[in-house]
């Protein structure tokens, strides 16, 4: 029995380190990512703050303002909307490769939030078996984007969204007072 753990621990282990070297090339190449089209539209916010028109406290309202009045004109997800107003890229492009980062960031946490929920509180699985699972099926997932701009831009910012709040939904989730990411 013994045994078995330390096999688990070892799969576990590889598989994360796997899903790592599957991360360092997307973070590498993002260093090479620009601004186009959209970004500047919502890169207005950022280009008052970096003319010293206002403060970062400013630009932030500013985006909340944006943001309430695109809710008004358009039926998109608004945090998105606020978040894109806030892209320091635009206005410095060598920082454009922090969108990258947090969005890929924020697509591996949510995707663990949403499945580790699923996995242990649904399906009863142990915490080696649920990262294991969840590292294979992420690993296949950043290696097959065929742009990876375009995976960025829709895939991982609807998992973001979608799987946060689902992995909220689960009985047994937060909410209820439950650590889901007990051993």
């Known amino acids: 029995m013994k045994e078995k753990g330390k096999v688990q621990n070892l799969i576990a282990v590889f598989s994360i380190l796997g899903l790592v070297v599957c991360i360092i090339p997307l973070l590498a190449i993002s260093h090479y990512n620009f601004p186009a089209t959209d970004d500047y539209t919502y890169g207005e916010v950022v280009k008052g703050f970096s003319l010293g028109e206002y403060g970062l406290l ?13 809710w008004h004109t358009w039926q998109g997800r608004y945090f998105d909307v606020f978040l894109f107003y806030l892209n320091f890229g635009v206005e410095y492009p060598s920082l454009y490769c922090i969108t990258t980062y947090l969005t890929l960031i924020s697509f591996i946490l949510s995707s663990f939030a949403l ?8 399906l009863n699985a142990d ?6 699972v969840i590292s294979v099926v992420l690993i296949p997932i950043l290696l097959f984007i065929v742009s990876p701009g375009e995976g960025f831009f829709l895939v991982f910012r609807w998992d973001i969204i979608y799987f946060g709040i689902f992995a909220e939904s689960v009985p047994g989730g937060s909410s209820s007072g439950n650590n889901r990411f007990k051993t």
């Not at 499945?115 to 649904?122: A, D, K």
């Open 58 to 70: 400013g630009a932030v309202f500013s985006a909340i303002s944006h943001t309430v009045s695109i």
């Open 127 to 132: 915490s080696k078996t649920s990262i294991t």
């Open 115 to 122: 499945w580790m929920v699923f996995l242990r509180e649904i």
